[in-house]
């Protein structure tokens, strides 16, 4: 069965500073974290790459990753599109003065097009690990419906900052039933807290990692059009289309069942500028530990 990996990578990354952050190096060997996600999910099975970028980055993007990528990916029958998140892409008229983009909904829907497989959803920008790629893999070819990867809470916090995590409750069998958005999710010595509330360190949590199906699409569309209706006019500058909002919609309306696949692989990411030397010291390791090599995509 073929299957999709759909790498998210217009982000504008406005607390990363100057430059973007999808593109930092964080080897000795000019390898960003998109490429061991690339690596990993061509590991696991994957056999198509879908880049979802903005106009205005394409040419640095093709020169960073796009390209390499594409001449690695012929090696090992797997096909590379791009889709572009556009600002106008919408059930509707632009808001005067809207300049955020409308989310990771409004993302994935730029794929549509070019999805026809079960696939998986990531952020070009974060690190998930083997084992989380592994599992949705099986789990979309053996069972042919919607999970997620549940990360420990623990292995996603930053030493730089408070970060913002979806929560998951899960029932007996290991489904979803909840997202609850928590923001400024900080370390402590015990743990974790959130705006002074303790926060259990080994809770799942979601990072924006699904296992979703091409009907999936067509319930994302007839959502976004719903969501122009009801929340733009809210809040026409700031409303935001999010892939666990829709999802968790769906739970509750009994629309959805989506399973929970638990790692205790630990998340990297760069939400803040510090997290850089964190994020390298950890790729390094991995590398002396012999868990990749150097010449990256030579042991597929």
């Not at 020169?63 to 892409?89: E, L």
């Not at 990692?209 to 059009?225: C, H, I, Q, S």
């Not at 026409?236 to 829709?246: F, H, N």
Request: proline fraction near 3%; hydrophobic fraction near 40%; charged fraction near 25%.
């Amino acid at each position: 069965m073929n299957t999709t990996l759909l790498i998210m990578a217009a982000g504008i990354g406005s607390r990363f500073g100057t430059g973007i952050k999808q593109l930092e190096l964080v080897d000795d060997f000019a390898h960003i974290i998109m490429d061991y996600s690339i690596h990993d999910a061509i590991e696991a099975g994957f056999n198509h790459i879908v880049f979802i970028i903005r106009k205005d980055i394409e040419q640095e993007f093709k020169q960073v990753i796009g390209n390499r990528i594409a001449f690695i990916c012929k090696n090992y029958n797997v096909t590379v599109n791009y889709v572009f998140q556009d600002i106008n892409d919408i059930p509707g008229k632009l808001p005067a003065g809207r300049r955020k983009p409308w989310g990771t909904g409004q993302a994935v829907l730029a794929a549509k097009s070019v999805i026809d497989t079960p696939f998986i959803v990531i952020n070009a920008d974060d690190y998930y690990g083997k084992e989380a790629f592994k599992t949705v893999h099986e789990y979309l070819i053996k069972e042919g419906r919607a999970c997620m990867t549940g990360f420990v809470l623990k292995n996603t916090l930053s030493d730089n900052g408070g970060v913002t995590r979806g929560i998951c409750k899960i029932d007996a069998e290991n489904n979803l039933t909840e997202i609850e958005e928590t923001g400024n999710i900080v370390k402590t010595k015990n743990g974790a807290e959130a705006n002074g509330m303790i926060i259990d360190i080994n809770s799942l949590v979601s990072m924006n990692m699904w296992g979703l199906t091409p009907d999936f699409l067509e319930v994302l569309e007839a959502k976004f059009k719903e969501f122009f209706e009801k929340k733009v006019p809210e809040n026409p500058l700031k409303a935001e289309y999010l892939i666990p909002v829709v999802i968790g919609e769906l739970l509750k309306q009994g629309k959805i069942s989506v399973k929970v696949l638990k790692t205790d692989d630990t998340w990297y990411g760069m939400t803040y500028k510090e997290d850089v030397a964190v994020v390298k010291g950890s790729f390094k390791k991995m590398m002396q530990e012999g868990l990749y090599k150097a010449n990256l995509f030579s042991d597929l």
